[in-house]
């Protein structure tokens, strides 16, 4: 008997986890593990996906995927046990020095403090749980009514009825994308990803990928240039070592297994060192051609 078939309000044991590959580690990290106790809720209005209650948290389902996990020893559902605080536990991670603080008798913090939580995991980890439990809200699964997401001129702007501190909203962190007739989202990179070489739209950060998967290369920044009012997509190199006059024709080799002919950058500028901030990040405005003494293509 499989989890697709465990009837609403029933109690079941995992026996085994199918699904191959990264499917079948998203099922034991989400806590789906033979031995496990997985309790059916509820299914979607349309039968589609379903809901369970495993480790003391709800998780959705699709069919196709509770179809892969085998289940025995189905019963009514376990009673849960008293939600009543049992006698306190000291803990390094609870309170000063692991002293536990009882708000009867002493208030280790003003009432007018303001704490701010994030809760980060994977997908149908139960964040949403947890949220519920500790703010007193009922949120659905996965689903925080108010939040709606937009394209303004093909660039996705989020808009939340949510406080998010030092965030006024609506706000995007510029990235790109586009709509299909189905109203599904597609992602196509950041807004100063995107470069339009002669009507064409490329990706930087493609590129500069293809250049890091040779293997001379250190590091690469892609950016454009116009000269004589044309747009010529350049690269700027940090080399492993020094550069050889036969690593161009090589490099040109590898970069057409990846990369569409318009994609391959004209100039290829190899330096000793690219300039960077103090995050080791490269500074492209401080990239430029010295066409003297770089290499070129």
Known sequence: MTLKELPIGKTATVRTVGGEGALRQHFLDMGIIPGAEVTMVKYAPMGDPVEVRIHSYELTLRLADAEKIEIENVRDVCPETSGQMGKPIPHPGLGEEGKYHDKEKEDPLPDQEVLTFALAGNQNCGKTTLFNQLTGSNQHVGNFPGVTVELKKDEFYIDTAYH???????????????????GNFYFTGRKDDILNIRGRKISALKVENAFLQIDEVKEAAVKVRTHHSETILEVYVEA??????????????????????????????????????????????????????????
Not at 164 to 182: A, F, K, Q, R, S
Not at 266 to 294: F, M, T
């Open 164 to 182: 998010v501190e030092g965030i006024t909203t609506p706000y995007t962190l510029h990235d790109t994308g586009y709509c299909d007739t189905e």
């Open 240 to 297: 492993k070592e020094d550069f050889l006059e036969r690593y161009r024709q090589k490099w040109h080799n590898e970069l057409k297994k990846v990369l569409a002919s318009y994609e391959i950058p004209r100039c290829i500028y190899v330096r000793k060192q690219l300039p960077k901030n103090d995050s080791g990040k490269i500074i492209k405005d401080k990239l430029h051609p010295d066409l003297k003494n770089e290499e070129k293509k």
